[in-house]
């Protein structure tokens, strides 16, 4: 097992071989058996596609390693990408989803927190504006997949908000900070209440997604697109809730956020065995193979250390952050070879490396060792 130090500075070196593979495009990188990201380029979508959802977990591992080592070469690169997450949100805005906080906190708010530059304020700003334009006052939730023109029942993303978009209100918590405009609190705090009321099971286990009628906004049920099925218990979705609530909480300080992520916490908690690293889905059926989802325990490491800003009294969910960073800096997840881009082995559930799990884990790391501030 690599010591935190050695365990942070593999992911600035994983960090600098990104900024020597890839030049100034991003694209939406895909999970790989043996961590190379940076292969098999027919496999990539364009950063301006709707489905585009995962650039910044490559770009905001650049933008942890510049907040921390201020080299230079990692500014310069990460730069480099500004014009692309421009052009995003101006030129193709009507070809975005929900995913839009996934790509703007980590890289242009951070930027613009780091830099003070007023480019990614704006940028980050636009992007704020356009995902608030996802909203549908009918239902009270962004709405996730597809276009807002796309509204026919029976399509993709009719009527569709799933579990992820907690970590996506972030981007409007801040642009009504940055702002002062409540318009982004509203929307996000109706959002955030809605998921709650519908998506979070009395036991605390999690929906992954969600459908209402579009027209009139009436709920109309449970949907499942990346656990095993509508009525199970997808370990990912739920780290994205704790998230996601304790972010939340510490925008708007309202208890109910606070207590809520605590007790998805605490039954995430209860789900774990002796190997620490969740199964992809807490309710597989018998017979069905345990696969593990070390991007889940990232998360879910990153997200404890948030919750832990706000006890005052309370270190349990730092010491199980630590003991889920301690596993995953282990052989059998860990590759510690810096020639390949992959960091985590084994996450989504499918034996293969994820730059969402690389990001996590490296800012699940930092945080502890009070090297980065959070981007959310």
């Not at 209860?270 to 345990?290: H, K, S």
Request: proline residues 4%; contains cysteine.
């Amino acid at each position: 097992m690599l010591a935190l130090q050695d365990a942070f500075d593999l992911c600035l070196a994983k960090a600098k071989g990104h900024m020597t593979r890839l030049n100034s495009e991003l694209w939406d990188f895909p999970e790989d058996s043996d961590g190379d990201y940076f292969r098999r380029r027919e496999r990539w979508t364009p950063f301006h596609q709707i489905g585009c959802w995962v650039p910044s977990f490559i770009s905001g591992m650049g933008v942890m390693a510049y907040e921390v080592t201020g080299e230079r070469p990692f500014l310069k690169w990460c730069n480099s990408f500004a014009g692309q997450y421009r052009s995003k949100v101006n030129d193709y805005a009507h070809e975005t989803m929900h995913d839009l906080g996934f790509l703007y906190s980590p890289y242009s708010i951070k930027l613009y927190r780091l830099t003070g530059s007023e480019e990614h304020r704006q940028t980050a700003l636009r992007a704020a504006e356009v995902l608030a334009q996802r909203f549908v006052v009918r239902g009270g939730y962004i709405k996730a997949w597809g276009r807002m023109s796309d509204n026919e029942p029976g399509s993709w993303g009719y009527g569709l908000t799933i579990i992820d978009s907690l970590m996506n209100m972030p981007l409007l918590f801040w642009a009504w900070q940055e702002t002062g405009n409540y318009f982004y609190y509203d929307i996000a705090v109706k959002h955030c209440d809605t998921v709650a009321k519908l998506m979070i099971r009395d036991d605390c286990s999690v929906y992954h997604a969600y459908r209402f009628d579009f027209g009139s906004g009436e709920p109309i049920g449970g949907e499942n697109y990346c656990g095993f099925g509508k009525e199970s218990y997808w370990a990912r979705g739920t780290t994205w809730a704790i998230y996601g609530y304790a972010v939340a909480y510490g925008y708007t300080k309202k208890p109910a956020y606070l207590e809520l992520s605590c007790r998805l916490a605490s039954a995430f908690i209860r789900e774990l065995d002796e190997q620490l690293v969740p199964v992809w889905d807490f309710r597989l059926p018998e017979g069905a193979e345990p696969h593990r989802d070390s991007s889940a325990a990232a998360i879910a490491a990153s997200a404890f250390l948030e919750l832990d800003k706000y006890l005052e009294h309370d270190s349990t969910y730092a010491l199980w952050a630590d003991r889920l960073i301690a596993r995953l800096s282990e052989p059998d997840y860990l590759n510690d070879d810096p020639s390949v881009p992959g960091l985590l082995k084994q996450s989504n559930g499918k034996d293969v490396y994820t730059v969402y799990g690389d990001f996590y884990f490296m800012e699940a790391i930092g945080k502890r060792l009070s090297v980065i501030d959070s981007c959310w």
